[in-house]
Each structure stands twice: as structure tokens, then as C-alpha cells.
């Protein structure tokens, strides 16, 4: 009972240090709550490409092996040539699955770009009436087993009309627009909503060449607008063939030296095996940074607490002068290490999670803020103590060896 | 009470060797009011830190009341200290950031003293040392008087036999010292034994016993009738 009190007033009396010696205090704080956002954001890099690894695995295992790019390196695939090219190889029996993600400056599919704006990864774009889209034919739709949850089934749509292009569209969407709406657009043509996608569905990532080092390659289409097309219409296609991948490389190689165009082609399988070093020697970058990081924080922190000590030493002396025991004195440096620990904590927390929010705003990359409190938050939280214990070793090596009469001798 | 036999310190700091104490022999009755005099670096802080086990003595037997205090380990001399010493600064030694109820609480906390009791024994010893109205200031805004009478009932309030002062005068004018040593006379009364540091003559005078120290040895024992 008597020492529950001690203790008690232990625990005020280090507040009341905290509390009434803020500014001493605060260069401490401030710097353990920059490396918890440091070490945060180590972390957070770390677990977002292991999380990227194992969705490519994913990826590559669900029978994407034979998937890849064709960039046009001179931007001829837009134009009547391109699309010569692109029927060549379609009818020829090259590749049958093809599909691009694609933005569309548009007038009438306004609603669609009202409920799309702030959730796509061209975040830039925000402002304007773009509309990002995926463009496929039917055969990738139909390769992904993307789950349609409410709307017709692809193998009954009527594609006899050429000017009408069929939309199939997130779950986002599902309440905001209306299952069958047609949009009819300047130029002949008219988009129809022919069904819903089930709650977050999933597609490869259609940028993947450019972004499967740094994010993830599977993409979620909540916010998706699919659009069924013949042919993309852009530089950057996304394929897949059955047969084998060398070879389909060879013959797409061919047919556009034929047609008079260089192109690049990639395999899902080659890009992320040169991801996968690129990220070993990031990971390893991190690892050291990460070490530098908790190296200085406990340099500092040390000498900050030792600083502390001394400072405090006279009040100290008058604690073990009027009775209270070293093991009071070690109790109360406890005591405050933790409040500086939460202090820090929720100083550094509210500004990783905002700078995070920010960083990885796009939906490709918002899936590193939910890295950060799954997985993050309880290793940095260890860190954070570790980091704090390991400072205090020299100082309180400092103050059990400092005799009494040298703590109150001025 | 106090009994000290071929008492020695010997500093080491920087690898010079000092000797603060070259063998003192010294007892002190139960209830005494002793006065401890000496020019600056005679000795005297140090001879008064190891009566109150704040320092260990180099050599020599300190025993109190029975307690072999120079064969004590390091728990048993602080529980020591805790039970039987309290202490007064030259410079009052108070925590500024607590009131002075708050500083008077402290040896009570230490002790594990009850609440309702510490209320009670704060009072009393804020009465007796006439500061009852001071309370709730913080020793920031008290005169130096004021200050060492605060730091006089906190030693008070711990209720050990034996209070220790180092220059308890020093810091302060010769009115405030005389009054302040009537304080001590009557805590003296109240039957603590109450040794007293200091270089002032005029202060030794106003206690019983006056014991002279020069250069670590005790040079006079002089007891007033
Ligand atoms: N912690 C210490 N380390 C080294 N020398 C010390 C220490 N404390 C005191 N001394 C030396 O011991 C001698 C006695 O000091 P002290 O007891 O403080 O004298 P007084 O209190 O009479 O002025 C002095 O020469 C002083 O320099
Ligand atoms: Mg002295």
C-alpha cells in the first residue's frame, strides 16, 4: 500500500520534471520522434516490396507467365499503321489477349469522372475531366476472370455494332450509375454500361513495366472503368499469349520491323526478375540507412540523457538526501523515458501517418499506408523503446556512480 | 550516541591524493548540540558527511548507538541513513518546482508514511517552524530565512535522532543567522541530536559543544557548561 503510494508520487514527480522542464525535454523528443518517422518509413519501403514481391508472385503463379509489354519506342503504334500491325497479329494467331490502360479527355462520361476523381493513381489530374480507363478485348476480360457482380455476362453481348463500346465498371460505381445507361459522344460513337464489378476485384497492374519495382503489380478496380474495345490505343500494351514466350517475342519482333516500327518487348517474368535485384540492392540500402538511423538516434539520445542527468544531478542528490533510494531515482528516469516515449509517439505518428497518406496517395500505392499500421506500427513501437533503453545505459551508469555528496555539491 | 575512532579520508581525484581527514576521534552524546569549526578546506564537510553516511570513510570505526556504520553494505548504510540522519544545505537544497508542503512531503514519501499522517506531522512541523502560512508558496518566493526554515521542517518531518547542517548560515545575513540558530537550539530541545557545520565562530558559540578542526585533525573539544 505505502509503496503503491511511492510509486505513485514516483510517477508524479517525473511527470511534473517532464512537464515543468518541457523545453530541456523537447530536444529529446524531438529527435526520438524524428527517427520513429524514419524508422517508420524504413520499414514501411521494406515491407512494401516484400508485400510487391508476393502479389508478382501471385501474379506469376496465377498463370500470368506468359504475359508481358510491347512499347513502341518511336510512338507509331497510334496511327493506322499501328493498328494494321496490331490486327496482323491478332489475325495470325500471334497474340489474342491484349490491353492498356489509357486517359480519356472527356466530355460525356462526366458522372463517371465525378465519382473516378481522387482515386486513381493520376492524382495530378484531379482538377480536369480526365477519366482513366482500361482498354481490353474480351479475350483479356475473359483471361483475368474478372468477377462481374451484377450486368451481363461478356459472351452475350452483341458486338455486331462497332460504334457502341461496352463498360464495365468498379464497385464504386454501382449505386451512382445506372446498369445499362448509354452515353452517346460527338464522334458516332456511344459507351454503354453493360455491368459491376464485384467488390475489390483485381487486374494486373496495366503500368506494370514502369511501376513493379515500386508498387503493386496487381491493381484494385474498385474505381476501374473497363472499357471493350478491338484494339488500345496507346504505346504501351499489355499482352498475353499461350504459346511459348520467346518465341511470340521473336514473331511480334518481326512483324513490326515489318510494318516499319521498333518496338520493345517484355515479359512479366524478366521485369520482375530485374525488379527483384534492383529491390535486393534497395533493401540493402535501407537496412544500412536503417542502422544508421538508430545509431544516431541512440548517439544522440545518449548524450542528450546524460546532459539531462547532469542537469538534474542537485535534485537527484535531494531525493537520495531525504530518503528515496537509487532504485526510486532509476524508477523515476523510467518513468519519464516512457512519458517521452508516448510524448514522441504522438508527436511522430499523426506526421509518418500524414506524410504517408501523402506520399502514397494514388491507388496503387495506398496500400503502403495500411503496411504502415499492420506491420509498422508495433515493430517501430519496439524500436522506439529499444532505441530509448539503450540511450540511458550511460547515463544511468553515470548516476549510479556518482556519489551523493557530488550530486548536491555546487 | 556517535563514536568515531582513527576516522580517515583520502581523496583521489586526477591522481592527487587528498587528505581531508588524518585521523579523527570524536564522540557525540544523544541530544547534543555541537557545533563543528574550521577554516575552508579543514575538513569539515567531509567529517560531516561520513557521520551521516553520505560518504564512507577511508579508515577508521564509525558506530552509532551499536550499529557498526564503516561495516554496513551499500543497502544497509543508506537504509541507515534514511532511518537516522536527516540533513540541512547551506543552500537549502529545495525543489523549486514544488510548494513547500510538497518539499516538507518528501522524507514522508521516502518513508512510506500514510497520508492522513503526513497531513498531520507536515502541520506540526510547519507550526513549529512558524512557516504554517507558507504552505502552498513555491521557494522561489521566499526570503532565505524562509527558505532554511522549509528545508529546517523537512528535515524535521523525517523524525531522525540526528540532524546534520552544513553551514546552515551561510547563505544568509547575521539577524537571519541568530534567529535561525535559536531554531536549532529549539529543535534541540525537542530532543535531537544537532550537529552544525560552520567557519563563523559567532555562530559556534551560540551551541553547547564547539569542535575545532584544522587540516583534518581535531585540534580543541570545547563543552560550555
Ligand atoms: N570530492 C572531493 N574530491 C577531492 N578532494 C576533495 C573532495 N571534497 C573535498 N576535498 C578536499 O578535501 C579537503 C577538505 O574539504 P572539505 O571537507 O570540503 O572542507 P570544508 O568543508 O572544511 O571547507 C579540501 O582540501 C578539499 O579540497
Ligand atoms: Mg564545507
Redesign the pocket.
Known amino acids: 500500500m505505502g509503496v503503491c503510494v511511492r510509486n505513485l508520487k514516483l510517477l508524479k514527480y517525473s511527470f511534473s520534471n517532464v512537464a515543468l522542464h518541457l523545453y530541456r525535454n523537447i530536444q529529446y523528443i524531438l529527435t526520438l520522434s524524428l527517427s520513429i518517422i524514419l524508422i517508420s518509413f524504413a520499414f514501411i519501403t521494406f515491407f512494401g516490396l516484400n508485400s510487391a514481391y508476393d502479389a508478382c508472385n501471385r501474379v506469376l503463379s496465377a498463370g500470368m507467365k506468359n504475359s508481358g509489354t510491347i512499347r513502341s519506342l518511336d510512338h507509331k503504334l497510334i496511327s493506322d499503321k499501328g493498328l494494321a500491325f496490331l490486327d496482323e497479329l491478332q489475325n495470325q494467331d500471334i497474340i489474342d489477349s491484349f490491353g492498356s490502360s489509357d486517359l480519356r479527355g472527356n466530355d460525356i462520361l462526366t458522372d463517371l469522372v465525378d465519382t473516378q476523381r481522387g482515386h486513381t493513381q493520376n492524382y495530378g489530374y484531379e482538377l480536369s475531366k480526365v477519366l482513366e480507363v482500361l482498354t481490353m478485348n474480351p479475350a483479356l476480360f475473359n483471361f483475368c476472370n474478372i468477377n462481374i457482380d451484377e450486368g451481363e455476362r461478356i459472351s452475350n453481348l452483341d458486338f455486331s455494332d462497332e460504334s457502341l463500346i461496352y463498360l464495365y465498371l468498379g464497385h464504386a460505381y454501382k449505386n451512382k450509375v445506372e446498369l445499362g445507361k448509354t452515353y452517346q459522344s460527338n464522334y458516332n460513337t456511344s459507351y454503354k454500361v453493360a455491368g459491376f464489378l464485384g467488390k475489390d476485384s483485381q487486374w494486373i497492374n496495366p503500368n506494370i513495366a514502369l511501376l513493379f519495382d515500386s508498387a503493386k503489380p496487381t491493381y484494385n478496380l474498385d474505381y476501374a472503368v473497363i472499357m471493350l474495345i478491338k484494339y488500345p490505343n496507346t504505346d504501351s500494351i499489355f499482352f498475353n499469349t499461350e504459346d511459348n514466350f520467346e518465341e511470340t517475342r521473336k514473331l511480334i519482333l518481326e512483324a513490326a520491323k515489318a510494318h516499319g516500327f521498333t518496338v520493345a518487348v517484355g515479359s512479366l517474368q524478366t521485369v520482375y526478375d530485374t525488379a527483384s535485384t534492383d529491390n535486393e540492392i534497395l533493401a540493402d540500402y535501407i537496412k544500412q540507412l536503417t542502422g544508421i538511423v538508430l545509431l544516431s538516434s541512440i548517439i544522440i539520445m545518449s548524450c542528450l540523457s546524460t546532459v539531462m542527468i547532469y542537469y538534474n544531478k542537485a535534485q537527484y542528490g535531494i531525493f537520495l538526501a531525504v530518503g528515496f533510494s537509487e532504485q526510486d531515482i532509476i524508477k523515476m528516469l523510467v518513468f519519464e523515458m516512457l512519458l517521452k516515449i508516448l510524448l514522441s509517439l504522438m508527436l511522430a505518428f499523426p506526421i509518418a501517418r500524414f506524410l504517408s497518406i501523402n506520399w502514397f496517395a494514388g491507388a496503387e500505392t495506398s496500400f503502403i499506408n495500411d503496411i504502415m499500421w499492420d506491420k509498422t506500427f508495433p515493430i517501430v513501437l519496439a524500436v522506439a523503446f529499444l532505441v530509448t533503453l539503450v540511450s540511458w545505459i550511460i547515463p544511468i551508469t553515470i548516476f549510479k556512480k556518482t556519489?551523493v555528496?557530488?550530486m548536491i555539491?555546487r | 550516541m556517535i563514536k568515531l575512532s582513527n576516522i580517515t579520508?583520502t581523496?583521489?581525484?586526477d591522481g592527487?591524493e587528498?587528505?581531508?581527514?588524518k585521523g579523527i576521534n570524536l564522540t557525540i552524546d544523544s541530544g547534543e548540540m555541537t557545533a563543528i569549526v574550521?577554516?575552508?578546506?579543514?575538513?569539515?564537510?567531509?567529517?560531516?558527511?561520513i557521520i551521516g553516511a553520505m560518504d564512507t570513510a577511508s579508515s577508521g570505526q564509525y558506530t552509532f548507538n551499536e550499529i557498526r556504520v564503516t561495516e554496513l553494505n551499500k543497502n544497509k548504510f543508506r537504509e541507515f541513513r534514511k532511518d537516522n540522519i536527516s540533513f540541512v544545505f547551506q543552500h537549502f537544497e529545495l525543489m523549486t518546482m514544488y510548494d513547500v508542503y510538497a518539499n516538507v512531503e518528501m522524507p514522508l514519501i521516502a518513508r512510506d508514511v500514510p497520508r492522513r499522517e503526513r497531513k498531520k506531522i507536515i502541520s506540526q512541523c510547519l507550526e513549529k517552524l512558524q512557516i504554517a502560512d507558507l504552505a502552498s508558496k513555491y521557494p522561489n518566493h521566499l526570503s532565505g530565512g524562509q527558505q532554511q526554515r522549509v528545508a529546517i521542517a523537512r528535515a524535521l518531518a523525517a523524525d531522525t535522532k540526528v540532524l546534520l547542517a552544513?553551514?546552515p548560515t551561510g547563505a544568509l545575513d547575521n539577524n537571519t543567522s541568530n534567529t535561525l540558530m535559536k531554531v536549532f537550539n529549539e529543535i534541540r530541545d525537542l530532543g535531537k541530536t544537532v550537529i552544525i557545520?560552520t567557519?563563523d565562530m559567532n555562530i559556534a558559540r551560540q551551541c553547547k559543544r564547539i569542535i575545532k578542526?584544522d587540516d583534518?585533525i581535531i585540534t580543541e573539544s570545547i563543552e560550555k557548561s
Do not use: C, F, R
Not at chain 2, 587528498?18 to 581527514?21: H, I, K, R, S
Open positions: 556519489p555528496t557530488k555539491m | 579520508k581523496y583521489k581525484a592527487v587528498t587528505n581531508a581527514l574550521g577554516t575552508s578546506g579543514s575538513g569539515k564537510t567531509t567529517l560531516l558527511n552544513d553551514e557545520v567557519h578542526i583534518g
